[in-house]
């Protein structure tokens, strides 16, 4: 039997995502004041950063590369590169960069929920509890989202907030589609808030969301019709303007490990990692925690059950990456998607960064962003 989700449901997830974001709480109290992204200027050509981690082979970080060793492409067609320097090591550049660890008790079972926050602990714990870069915790969870009280660079600090910041689960992995989209709604309502509020602050955030993922609700049995479509799109479009002008690079770790190795779910999000260039070609599965993780310029890290480890090698990225800035092409119609490509001058180097962005004609203002 196809199962078909009706437009008022993504109507729902469009609506609560990208128009009325309430305020993270905060331990103090205070609300943290959603701005705009569509205050940026929507459709002329504007300054897009990219970060950027260039690494050999086997994964090691390249420091000391120059400007002349990287070609950037912007839908195949050479960008000229506006500003470029390379940051390395742990001395905090200016702006700084920050470290955001999500603990999902709303994706993940109970068990994993505990091993979340043991592994977590088991990373802050290294070094003495001393981190190498500003981190705070934020907990999602069905009651609302928390973050702690300052980002810090002690780790016991960080535990406190953690423990001090528990909380029940009260939505079901097996209530079905419409508990599925629940879950949905509020890991991108969530990531839109975070993202709402980090870009009105300077500097990189490396945001590592520790969780399964939140459900794909595509295959054969999902069906969608045009209208759920376009605003399913315009929600790919506001989310990846968003993360790119948050200067957000996500990150999936999943806490399931080696137990869910050989499942499906660790490996079907790769079936939507190409930019979505129109509402006809769009699917939930766009919207998935990895495929966002890896069109950020992120890591989708699973089957592994060193989770502290894994987050380890996520905050690594802040030591070693380079910063390109390039004025972006206006679009011939609105949320025309542009892929974005680095290539590195130099044999056995691959470069790790944003995957695309949607371009708008210029002069034109629109609801989706620039």
Excluded at 1 to 17: A, L, Q, V
Aim: charged share 20%; hydrophobic share 35%.
């Amino acid at each position: 039997m196809r199962i078909g989700i009706s437009t008022r449901y993504w109507g729902w997830i469009y609506i609560f995502c990208f128009s009325c974001f309430p305020a993270l709480a905060q331990q103090n109290g205070d609300s943290l004041r959603s701005e705009s992204s569509a205050s940026d200027s929507a459709g002329s050509n504007h300054l897009i950063t990219l970060d950027v981690v260039v690494a050999d082979k086997g994964g090691h970080a390249i420091t000391g590369l120059q400007q002349q060793d990287f070609t950037l492409l912007d839908n195949k067609e050479p960008q000229k590169i506006i500003s470029f320097h390379g940051v390395e090591g742990t001395a905090a550049p200016d702006p700084p960069v920050e470290v955001i660890l999500l603990v999902d008790e709303v994706n993940a079972s109970f068990g994993s929920v505990g091993t979340e926050r043991q592994e977590l602990e088991k990373f802050l714990r290294q070094n003495g509890g001393e981190l190498a870069r500003p981190t705070s915790i934020v907990l999602f969870a069905d009651s609302g989202t928390k973050v702690g009280t300052t980002p810090s660079r002690e780790g016991k600090d960080l535990i406190a907030d953690l423990n001090q910041n528990s909380s029940l689960r009260t939505i079901g992995r097996s209530q079905g589609v419409y508990g599925a989209l629940d879950r949905l709604q509020m890991s991108l309502r969530t990531l839109g808030q975070l993202a709402d509020y980090e870009a009105t602050r300077p500097g990189r955030k490396l945001v590592v969301w520790i969780s399964p993922g939140w459900p794909l609700l595509s295959g054969p049995n999902i069906e969608m019709d045009s209208k759920g479509q376009q605003q399913l799109f315009d929600s790919v479009v506001a989310l990846s303007d968003g993360l790119r002008k948050a200067r957000i690079t996500l990150y999936s770790v999943d806490p399931l490990g080696m137990a869910d190795a050989a499942g499906v779910r660790t490996s079907f999000y790769k079936e939507f990692l190409k930019g979505v260039t129109g509402a006809n070609h769009v699917q939930a599965g766009n919207l998935a925690l990895q495929v966002l993780a890896y069109q950020s310029g992120g890591e989708v890290l699973n089957s592994n059950n060193d989770m502290a480890g894994e987050i380890a090698t996520c905050v690594m990225d802040a030591n070693a990456f380079y910063v390109l800035t390039f004025n972006g092409e206006p679009g011939d119609g609105p949320n025309e998607y542009h892929a974005l490509e680095v290539k590195i001058g130099k044999p056995g180097l691959a470069a790790r960064t944003r995957t695309g962005y949607y371009a708008q004609p210029e002069h034109t203002n629109h609801a989706g962003g620039s």
